[in-house]
């Protein structure tokens, strides 16, 4: 077979255009391709919903990709067990109650569970504006990675979603962006974007799942973002907390959960 070196590149276009056109409208928005991330974006996708992940980097798997301190491996508790399960990770117990994985099998598994389900996933674009209409986050505005590191004049497009789900991890971009932008209150203890406690994997792990919730309408946090917001502590490379988190976020858009 010959190949020619354009009809490669009309094929890259053109599917790559397909897929962005279909992208414009959704039923929920993820944004940041971490751990809670593909995992609501599966949960969602799996019941249906149309579900568009924006990952601003060039790799999926956040935080969890490089485990701690760059050993490729993460810990997970007894409650998050069985989303491993669900998600055909092999995993090893290392004591009671501690099982290790690799974290890129991990992000692998869960990334390819998410597309499997029906998820569209872009990675190099970021997120720099919401949309609001009626008090409600109604869709987001987007722009190459590129573009933004380069601090480059150009404008971005937009994108219309029912729910928007930060999961952008210590930053809590879009949160940030709600309060910065708009003088929001947000569904937290004093109403206020909160911060970030220091390290405390047994109150951080809890705190991940209890804090998953809609912060302002049509805006859920899940994550850490979810503690960045919400004012719980940071965990480190124990990963249970932002799969449940990434569950509980999917169910609460699903009505399957009660805040």
């Given amino acids: 077979m010959h190949l020619e070196d354009v ?3 009309k094929a890259i276009i053109t599917r790559y255009q397909e897929e962005l056109l279909e992208a414009l409208e959704s039923d929920v928005a993820v944004v940041g391709g971490g751990p809670a991330g593909l995992v609501a974006a599966y949960y969602l996708a799996r019941a249906n919903k149309k579900v568009v992940l924006f990952e601003r980097k060039l790799s999926i ?7 701690g301190m760059m050993f490729n491996q993460i810990v997970v508790q007894d409650e998050a067990l069985p989303l491993l399960k669900e998600f055909g990770v092999s995993y090893r117990t290392f004591e009671e109650g501690y099982y290790t994985s690799s974290s890129v099998e991990t992000v692998a598994a869960l990334t390819l569970g998410a597309v499997r389900a029906g998820a569209r996933i872009f990675n190099l674009i970021s997120v720099e504006d919401v949309m609001v209409r009626d008090n409600r986050i109604t869709g987001l505005v987007i722009n ?5 590191l380069g601090r480059l004049h150009v404008d971005p497009l937009t994108v219309q979603s029912a729910y928007v789900i930060d999961c952008t991890g210590h930053d809590a971009q879009v949160a940030s962006m709600v309060v ?3 003088g929001a209150v947000l569904r937290t203890r004093t109403g206020n974007l909160e911060g970030e406690k220091p390290m405390w994997a047994a109150r951080g792990e809890t705190a991940t799942v209890a804090n998953t919730r809609e912060i302002y309408p049509g805006l859920l946090v899940a994550g850490m973002a979810a503690n960045a917001v919400c004012g719980g502590h940071r965990m480190g490379p124990i990963f249970g907390g932002m799969l449940l988190s990434g569950r509980r976020a999917a169910r609460l858009i699903l009505g399957e959960d009660e805040e």
């Fill in 7 to 9: 009809t490669i590149s």
């Fill in 61 to 67: 798997g956040g935080g969890m990709w490089g485990g």
């Fill in 144 to 148: 190459w990675t590129p573009v933004d």
């Fill in 180 to 182: 910065k932008k708009m």
